[in-house]
């Protein structure tokens, strides 16, 4: 094989490599609520659970976090998704204020929420490979299920009926 074609080979091996490993392990959660992933491509809203996105995004792509675990306190399951509950336009307000009183409780672990609202840059969450169409209110309880368990035991003492789900977190640029 001449010299050009085993470099191109190596070279084409190389990024295949990153780009599996990627795939495989997902992008870094920032987990920490005074410390919010940042891009110049995607503002992270108050109430999304932000993370490390590569420096340059491309369009209609989806990008995914590792898997954690997340402390879903609150399901809201009457929601009007798209209607009278999207009051913030993106968000509803009334569950937007439970989220800031979650975080006080919470102020090491980000607290999230996923709202059915029209929003085509909001992230989305996943859980067991299948999206979450919920509207929930939850703490990011770790990278393991021991680590969500100290946070669930925590949490049960305001949300009783708290739950820990296994989840990955989902972005993706649409084209406008």
Not at 149 to 168: E, F, H, N, S
């Amino acid at each position: 094989m001449p010299i050009p074609s085993r470099f191109s080979l190596m070279l084409i091996l190389i990024v295949l490599l990153f780009v599996s490993v990627e795939a495989q392990t997902g992008l870094a959660v920032c987990s920490n609520p005074r410390s919010p992933c940042q891009h110049k491509d995607k503002q992270f809203a108050p109430y999304e659970l932000s993370f490390r996105l590569p420096a340059r995004i491309r369009q209609n792509y989806d990008y995914k976090s590792v898997a954690f675990y997340a402390v879903v306190l609150k399901t809201y399951k009457d929601f009007e998704a798209g209607g009278d509950g999207c009051d913030g336009g993106e968000f509803s307000t009334a569950i937007e204020a439970e989220r800031v009183q979650a975080q006080k409780l919470f102020p090491n672990q980000k607290a999230f929420a996923a709202y059915q609202c029209p929003d085509m840059g909001a992230v989305l969450y996943k859980s067991g490979g299948k999206d979450l169409n919920d509207t929930f209110l939850a703490i990011y309880g770790g990278a393991t299920q021991a680590e969500a368990d100290l946070v669930l035991a925590k949490a049960r003492a305001r949300y009783p009926g708290a739950t820990v789900k296994r989840m990955q977190a989902i972005y993706n640029w649409l084209a406008e």
